[in-house]
C-alpha cells in the first residue's frame, strides 16, 4: 500500500464537498477521478497533500510523494534551473543527483532551452512542464497530479504518457485527477467523483 | 530546521527582490523626493520642542527644517520597509506553501524571509541615514542610523505581521499604511507631539519607541539604551506573532 484515503468528508459551510471517500493505492498503479467542476476533486488532492484539514477520516501514505498542483505554482522572478535549486533543498537532494535528475527532465519535456530564462517570460505550457518537472524531481514513489496536461501540445501529452508508464513500471503509483479523459484504457482504475463520494 | 534550506531561500528572496526593478527602484527615489520636498518648503524658523521620551523640562530649539528632514528620513523608513515586509511574505504565499509541501518547515521560510528584510532594514537605513546628511549635518550619525534600523525593525516586523494574516494584497496595503500614516507618519511627529493634548495614546504606538532613539541620536547627546530596548522589545512581539500566525497558516495539516 501507497496511499490510503479512509472515510473522507469536508465540507465548507452547508455545501458538503466530500461525503465518505475511502481508497486505496499500490505500488505501480495509475488511477485517475474525474468529476465535474466543483464536484471536489482539487479539494481531495488538498487534503490528501495535507494543505487542508478534513472534517472527519484519515490518510496514510509511505514514501515520498509528488505533487503538482493545477495552477502552475512557480516564482516569477527566477529562472527555471533556480527553481530546481529551490524545490531540490526542500526535498533534500544532493547537488550531483539534482544536476542528472533535472537535465532529464529538462531533456524529456524539452525545455532545457530555457533553463535560464525567469518564469515571467514563459509560455503557459512551458510553465506546467516545469511545474510537472518539479514534482518529478526526487523520485517520488506516489505521484499526484492535479489536472497535470491541461496547455500541453500533442507531443508533450505524449511525452507524459511515456514517462508516466516509466515511473509506473519503476514502481511508482500515480493518482491523476481531471475533468476529462479521452483514454480510459491507460488507467488501471477510474473513480468519478460524484455529489462527494467516489463511484 | 535546516541552515541549508535558509540559506537557499535567503538567496532565492534577493534575488528575487533585486530583480522587481520597480521596488528598488522606488527604494532609491521616494527618500530623495520625500527630502528635496521639505528641503524646499519647509523655513529655517527656529522652534523650540520637547524629546518626547526624556525629561519634560528638556527643550531642544532647532530650525523647523532640520526637525521636518530627521522626521521624514524616520517617517520613510517606516513607510518603505513595511511595505517591502508585506511583500515579501504576501506575494508568493501560494507557491511559498508549495515548498512547504515539499519539505520545507515554514519557520525555514520565515527565517529567510527575516534575514532578507534585515539585510534590507539596514541597507535602507545606511542609504537614508547617509542622503539626510547630506542636507543636514546629523549629531550622532551612526546611532541614527542604528534609530533608523529600529523603526525599520519595529514596522518591518509589522508588515510580516499583516502579510501573514491578510491574503488579500489591497486589504494588506490599507492596514500597513493605515497605522503607518497615522503613527509614524504623523502623531511621531516632534513638532505635533510637543503640542499634542494627550500624548499618552501616542506612547503606546509603535513607532514611538525607535522614532525616539533616532530623534535622540539626531539632536542631543542623550543617551538611546531605553528607547532601543523598548524598540527591540516592541518588534519582536510583532515578529512572534507574525511566525504564529505565518505557521499556522502554512503547516501541513496532516
Redesign the interface.
Known sequence: MVLRVENIAKAFGNNKVLRDVSFEMSPSSLYAIVGENGSGKTTLLRIIVGEWKSDHGSISMVGRFGYCPQKTLLFSQLTVDEHFNYFAAAYGIEKAELLSRSESLMDHFNFKKYRNERIARLSSGTLQKISLAISLLHRPNLLILDEPYNGFDWDTYLKFWDYTYQLKMEGCAILIVTHLITEKVRFDRIYNLVQGKLI | M?A??II??LF?IL??LV??RIILISLVVIPVAFLTGVELTASEKIIPFRLASLDEKIFIEESQKYIALVFFAVANTGFLVSFLALNLIQI?S??N???V????HPFELLIANLFSLLLVIMSIAIYIGLLINAFVSIKHLPLFIFGLTLIGFVYGCYGLTIGSMIKGKLEGVLLVFLLANIDVGWLQNPMYYAEAQNNIIIRYLPAYYPSQSAIIAAFSDYPIVNSSLYSILIGSGFLLLSMMIFYNKMR???
Not at chain 2, 101 to 104: A, E, F, K, S, T
Request: hydrophobic share 30%; with cysteine.
Open positions: 535546516s541549508m534550506r537557499t531561500g532565492m534575488k528575487m530583480r522587481r508568493d501560494d507557491v506553501r508549495r515548498l509541501i515539499c519539505g520545507y501541513l495539516k496532516k
